[in-house]
T-cell receptor, first 113, second 114 residues
Framework: AQSVTQLGSHVSVSEGALVLLRCNYS??????LFWYVQYPNQGLQLLLK??????LVKGINGFEAEFKKSETSFHLTKPSAHMSDAAEYFC???????????FGTGTRLTVIP | EPEVTQTPSHQVTQMGQEVILRCVPI?????FYWYRQILGQKVEFLVS????????KSEIFDDQFSVERPDGSNFTLKIRSTKLEDSAMYFC????????????FGQGTRLTVV
């Protein structure tokens, strides 16, 4: 079975500070991992994905994530937070042999001016 | 840029009524999905659909739910007899065939059962 755990349901950072959103996964097979962002009253937008190529994945809006098999982690980072980054972020993993996604509980990012 | 579109954006229905949520997936995609997000909770997988049949479904997707691709463009989710706990945001998604392709999500339909 596949699952992800996101540590911290709420994260607050100052504008310009480092953003770090944590995601740990559990998978019986090599996983494909995703980060999605949800802005208020909008759908889910893909930020980036890991598909067994490079372990450091760069996404849109300056975000990146590193796949660490030894730590079963796929944390999302951004060097400098912007006010427009305020949103809900979801980590997700694929299931074996299927395309459906298993999502984490989400982390709400607040950016303080 | 191609996108998944969902209608309506918000639907209010009385408990016990049937409701149909509609989605138009991206035209060259072959896998279609429904997910739901109860307010304040995580996004949950309901069902995936490929080649005109359900390929996988979660335990949430019981006999009250059904999906259909009535024509070449629409993909619908029907809830036969809505309950209060069906109130949620329902997301449609589609993807190209292949495990490493991402799902593109629609804007969602907020279903409120009263």
């Amino acid at each position: 079975a596949q699952s992800v755990t996101q540590l911290g349901s709420h994260v607050s950072v100052s504008e310009g500070a480092l953003v770090l959103l944590r995601c740990n996964y559990s998978s019986s097979v090599p996983p494909y991992l995703f980060w999605y962002v949800q802005y208020p009253n909008q759908g889910l937008q893909l930020l980036l994905k890991y598909t067994s190529a490079a372990t450091l994945v760069k996404g849109i809006n300056g975000f990146e994530a590193e796949f660490k098999k030894s730590e079963t982690s796929f944390h999302l980072t951004k060097p400098s937070a912007h006010m427009s980054d305020a949103a809900e972020y979801f980590c997700a993993v694929t299931a074996t042999g299927a395309n459906n996604l298993f999502f984490g509980t989400g982390t709400r990012l607040t950016v303080i001016p | 840029e191609p996108e998944v579109t969902q209608t309506p954006s918000h639907q209010v229905t009385q408990m016990g009524q049937e409701v149909i949520l509609r989605c138009v997936p991206i035209s060259n995609h072959l896998y279609f999905y429904w997910y739901r997000q109860i307010l304040g909770q995580k996004v949950e997988f309901l069902v995936s659909f490929y080649n005109n049949e359900i390929s996988e479904k979660s335990e949430i997707f019981d006999d009250q739910f059904s999906v259909e691709r009535p024509d070449g463009s629409n993909f619908t989710l029907k809830i036969r007899s809505t309950k209060l706990e069906d109130s949620a945001m329902y997301f449609c998604a589609s993807s190209e065939i292949g495990r490493n392709t991402e799902a593109f999500f629609g804007q969602g339909t907020r279903l409120t059962v009263v």
